[in-house]
């Protein structure tokens, strides 16, 4: 038997109180395994003991209820003392000798509950408050039930007592895996990752389609938000990732339909890629990151349109989120940072988009297009297994920098506007589609620098750069960085910037 010097009391989320028999043992034996699977993953020893009401997790681990409290299904954790009694007075007397000295000199409450078999407890939650209330009263300043400075709690059930100072807080929810299976489409930014995690915290086992519409840099920064939430948040099984290479139905898109309905049609394209994996995996739904009128693809009409591309059920958690109520979530799982380098690519964004696409309009678009394509990009995905992907395998691709090379030519992939309200001394400048249909005839006397608003456009044509043989880099983080890299220089004055070179 594991030798231990420490007892965690993990309390269950209130879905499993109402749940019928069968179904809460099933939720209480997944439960257990996600528990297994997470401190294991962690290299932390342990035991586990399962109730009717909650678990019991013995290890000598001091960082276990951090761990557990991220597992789906627990709603808080306290490390506790365990005592038997066999009578009111143990109880009391029990919990004078633990709780004295953290209410000497301090206001003080008394909470207690009783757990499991009440008829077995000849004495109620009131008296135990109030019998160690008395006890403890000599040692602390006063009683204050309303903001008391220090709180003694005590859980009793038959035979035990379990004492303890604070409660770690879990997410609740329910145990990944209860609720069957899906794919969650996401980008690498805010909001898909934050959708996948709100699912996952239902009980949904999660695999991910991710399509890839700027190369290398896109793939990195979708693979490390994704790695986040299958490592501290996807426990119980091992979440793969499906690159789906979508950058020649992007060319497709640019050659042969209408500009403005551009995102409509894309969207349209990546919930068929969703859905092929879907189906490969015998999952029942796909989920998506969108919000009602957040974006000109998310209007109510918009959305409408898309998804009726495909049969499978779409699962859109965030659609009554605001922006800040969706960074605020991914702050709570601990991918706003990596997302906030992510960015949007924008390769495929019209100054003026439809907001109300007609579906007549976008079948007729989509009959032009070789969907062929999509079926051969399909055949190629890549898979990742997120919970085995080494650290080094997601370091920054050798082609971006964070300084400009020496006598490198910086070559501005924005907008007109966004480059004649500021553009770095010295640069030139072509929209990336031009950029892109251009690059071939550049000559290969020279260094190029490339530059776009967060860093995706730079890095997808500097990838294809490369590859045809040119010397090209491209700027991590975008205009961010060239702005600060000016500002070194004395080339910038930030008071002096138009609006739009603030965009980005």
Known sequence: MLAVDRLFVLRLSGDFYTKARQTRLRFLRR??????????????????ERTWSRMVLASPDPGAPEVVARVFGVQSVSEVA?????????????????????????????????????????????????????????????????????????????????????????????????????????????????????VLKRGVQLDYVFCNLGGAAHRLGALRVMRV????????????LYEVDLRPLVE?????????????LLKRLMLRAAEAVARHGAAAGIVTGDA????????????????????????????????????????????????????????LTPRRPATRARLQTIVADEAALDLQALKTALDARVAYDLRGLAEESLSPPAIAVERIPAGATVLDLRSADAFRAWHYPGSLHLEFPQAVAAYAAFGSDRTYLLVCEVGLKSAHLAERMREAGLDAFHLQGGMRVLKRLAEERGELDPSRLAPAAHEG
């Open 292 to 347: 009602i009128g957040q974006v000109s693809s998310q209007t109510l009409q918009n959305l409408a349109v898309v998804s009726q591309a495909v049969t499978t059920p779409i699962l859109r958690p965030l659609l009554g989120f605001n922006k800040e109520e969706i960074l605020a979530l991914a702050r709570r799982a601990g991918v706003y940072e990596l997302a906030a380098a992510v960015g949007e690519f924008c390769a």
């Open 252 to 264: 497709q898109l640019r050659e042969r339909t209408r500009t403005r309905d551009w995102q409509v």
């Open 31 to 48: 439960l257990e395994r996600n528990l297994d699977d997470a401190l294991a993953s962690h290299g932390i020893p342990h035991r586990l």
């Open 229 to 240: 939430i299958a490592q501290l948040w996807s426990y119980g099984y091992r979440p793969r």
């Open 82 to 198: 365990r005592r038997p009694w066999a009578s009111l007075d143990d109880v009391v007397r029990e919990g004078e000798a633990f709780f004295r000295d953290s209410v000497r000199g301090k206001s003080f409450a008394v909470r207690a509950s009783r757990r499991g078999k009440r008829d077995a407890i000849p004495f109620d939650s009131p008296a135990i408050e109030s019998a160690l209330g008395r006890a403890l009263l000599p040692h602390a300043a006063r009683v204050d039930l309303a903001r008391p400075e220090a709180t003694a709690h005590v859980e009793v059930e038959p035979g035990s007592a379990h004492f303890f100072h604070q409660r770690t807080a879990g997410l609740g929810g329910l145990p990944v895996g209860v609720e069957g299976r899906a794919v969650a489409l996401v980008s690498g930014g805010f909001d898909s990752a934050v959708a996948a995690w709100l």
